[in-house]
């Protein structure tokens, strides 16, 4: 079972009823509601960014100097190159900004490095490279930012560079006609979160001017919403409209290349999301670039042959089982030497028979998996080539700059990182990175909790009520699928799926019996007994057999039920803490009259006995309830006795083990209806 801390977003009752009243459905209410929407104008903005659109592409500094040099290039015919990244980011910006240079007339060749040969980012044999091709413009995507030596390099060779990024910025920067990146301490661009196609996408709606930007962007969107989704950037603000758009582009008309892959993949005339892109479309660009033949997926974007774009993307997919294959393998020998080790804070490894193109996939698992930051370093010939995948709010960047003297060089962002060492340098940097973490902690994007959107009721799971979440579209980094917790389930039947790595269950609540499915289960699979009750964390989903649609639970995570006392013991504790309770979990407490009467008689009969009564919560509950013949409550017994003591009708004191309890005489009638407790609850309870 999953150990991880879970804390649902307290259910705001009063923003809820407006969202409704406005016409949004009840589920659908919950989940803006637990992110901060606070009226339906609000609830307006966010399920439609594309009415706000795009800053202006000139508040990036260095913008007007990058649209003169490419307008001058455009303008004199003069031979361009478009230099890319190898991941999706970097291909999908290469192919955007390749294809825009072309419509303009442009003479334009786009250049993605070997990963294998070349590595990361501007190098000095590639500029050489251009430069003899006749090449007198570069323009980089996606990379070139901390690329000084290598920009000097080109422009002593006549060759002009423009730079577009989106990495973070080191202290010095390349010495070039435009050096176009958000992330630039100067810059004045009040949205700082593009993906490198982020950038290209604003540079070439620039270069068109006011007249063509909006069809710049509408023939783009696409391309930049898969390299945004790819890149894992946050989906909010101008990234949620660029993604937005891209998606209903792609459904609507998409371009060849991205046909033919969709029909490859399997996703041809299915309904195409954000999760699409990431689980399947994107890991098959990406597989290009991991496996060395980044070239293939910029010629499929680019395709205007179908022949040809089915047969690349035939290869893509192939490329992409191959890629699975080696990165299962290496994953499985990273856990088994991780096994019978204390939890790490830190994650580091190395081999020489790894491959360099998959190992940051792998360290973003074992980052998931071990909830600690993982680096991997593929050595060859006394060189590490090394990939960092970020957890609990570790600044990957500025970890790696402190250990800078280590290092033959990186890159990246807080979150994704690369670098290279020598293999003598490797316990130094190990020892060093353990040094320095606590250093490079950003505490505000420190989330070692499983966050839950709010606890719903099997009712509330309609298909018709989990269809309207599709309006949360696009989901990602920064407005994740909506994760929901449904209480108490039992566990009726397990089956595992796709070669044993899934599992599909079927789980009963209150008489609803619902379907589920657990994808990349693991070794949890050996702990789910049939009986188990369980609490799910899940993401709510739509599956069609046949063409008839039912409610599936996608889980995320699983950990035993508490009992019914134990839950309710659980409510109370909450109250009593002063913490905000669920409208469910104030009625679940808030007491009737005659659970008031059935207390006070057990008490009274049990004050003849003795006048000080030593008992428990839980036996006074069954005592009470024996009365009347009416099921035990243990959360309203202990409201009950909280407020008898609070109107002065008893005196108690909580031990360890035990209550002891004294009635009290009191003069007249005491009003129950006045207890400051009953009043907070049923403000809760709405």
Not at 442 to 468: A, C, K, M, W, Y
Not at 494 to 506: A, D, E, I, M
């Amino acid at each position: 079972m999953t150990t991880r801390d879970w804390v649902v977003t307290p259910d705001r009752p009063d923003v809820r009823g407006m969202l409704e009243d406005a016409g949004y459905t009840p589920l659908l209410a919950r989940v803006l509601a637990a992110r901060g929407v606070q009226t339906p104008a609000q609830a307006q903005d966010f399920l439609s960014p594309e009415e706000k659109g795009l800053s202006e592409p000139a508040l990036l500094l260095d913008m007007d100097q990058a649209v003169t040099r490419i307008r001058q290039a455009l303008l004199h015919k003069e031979r361009m190159a478009v230099f890319g990244d190898y991941d999706v980011d970097g291909i999908t910006s290469a192919c955007l900004f390749t294809d825009f240079l072309t419509q303009a007339g442009g003479n334009v060749t786009p250049y993605i490095p070997d990963r294998m040969e070349e590595g990361y980012g501007l190098n000095a044999d590639a500029v050489r490279e251009l430069a003899a091709a006749g090449v007198t413009l570069i323009i980089t995507v996606d990379c070139g930012i901390t690329a000084v030596e290598e920009t000097a390099l080109a422009i002593s060779l006549g060759v002009d560079v423009v730079i577009t990024d989106h990495h973070t910025c080191k202290e010095t920067l390349p010495r070039t006609f435009a050096v176009v990146d958000p992330h630039r301490p100067d810059c004045p661009t009040p949205f700082k979160d593009l993906a490198g196609v982020g950038v290209a996408l604003k540079v070439a709606m620039a270069v068109a001017g006011p007249e063509w930007a909006g069809a710049v962007f509408q023939r783009y969107c696409d391309l930049a919403a898969i390299g945004t989704v790819a890149d894992v950037m946050p989906i909010q603000g101008e990234n949620r409209t660029i993604v937005r758009c891209g998606l209903q582009a792609i459904r609507q008309s998409p371009r060849l290349g991205l046909s033919l892959l969709l029909q490859e993949a399997g996703l041809g005339g299915k309904p195409l999301t954000s999760v699409s892109i990431g689980y399947t479309l994107a890991p098959r660009i990406n597989a290009a670039g991991r496996m060395g033949r980044a070239s293939l997926a910029v010629e499929l974007l680019l395709a205007q042959d179908e022949a040809k774009g089915r047969e690349l993307a035939k290869t893509l997919c192939e490329l992409n089982h191959h890629r699975q294959t080696i990165e299962g393998d290496i994953f499985q020998t990273c856990v088994d030497r991780l096994a019978h080790k204390p939890q790490p804070d830190l994650i580091f490894l190395s081999d020489e028979n790894w491959h360099q193109g998959v190992v940051g996939i792998v360290a973003s698992r074992l980052a998931q998996r071990y909830a600690a930051s993982a680096f991997m370093v593929c050595l060859n010939a006394g060189v590490g080539k090394g990939s960092c995948r970020s957890w609990g709010g570790i600044n990957l960047f500025a970890l790696l700059e402190r250990c800078s003297d280590l290092l033959e060089g990186f890159g990246g962002h807080a979150l994704a990182a690369g670098f290279t060492v020598r293999e003598e340098n490797l316990p130094a940097l190990q020892r060093r990175l353990h040094q320095e973490l606590p250093q490079v902690m950003d505490q505000t994007q420190f989330t070692p909790h499983l966050t839950l959107d709010g606890t719903v009721r099997p009712d509330e799971l309609s298909v018709e009520n989990i269809v309207s979440l599709d309006a949360l579209e696009p989901c990602g980094n920064g407005n994740p699928r909506p994760t929901l917790l449904l209480s108490g389930a039992t566990v009726q039947n397990t089956v595992p799926v796709g070669r044993g790595r899934h599992l599909k269950l079927r789980l009963e609540v209150c008489g609803t019996v619902l379907d589920a499915i657990w994808f990349s289960v693991g070794d949890e699979a050996g702990e789910i007994a049939r009986g188990s009750r369980v609490d799910v964390a899940f993401c709510p989903q739509i599956n069609e057999f046949r063409g008839i649609p039912s409610v599936q639970l996608q889980i995320i995570a699983l950990r035993p039920a508490l009992t019914r006392a134990q839950s309710e013991q659980a409510i109370f504790d909450k109250f009593r803490q002063g913490m905000s309770l669920t409208a469910d979990e104030a009625l679940a407490l808030l007491p009737k009259r005659e659970d008031f009467v059935r207390v006070w008689h057990y008490l009274k009969g049990r004050s003849v006995i003795s006048p000080v009564i030593e008992d428990t919560p839980v036996h006074i509950a069954r005592g009470a309830a024996r009365i009347n013949g009416q099921r035990e409550a243990l959360s309203n017994t202990m409201v009950c006795l909280a407020v008898l003591q609070e109107r002065g009708l008893i005196s108690l004191r909580d031990r360890p083990d035990r209550l002891s309890i004294t009635l009290n005489q009191v003069e007249g009638k005491v009003d129950l209806e006045s207890s400051l407790i009953l009043r907070r609850l049923r403000s809760f309870a709405g």
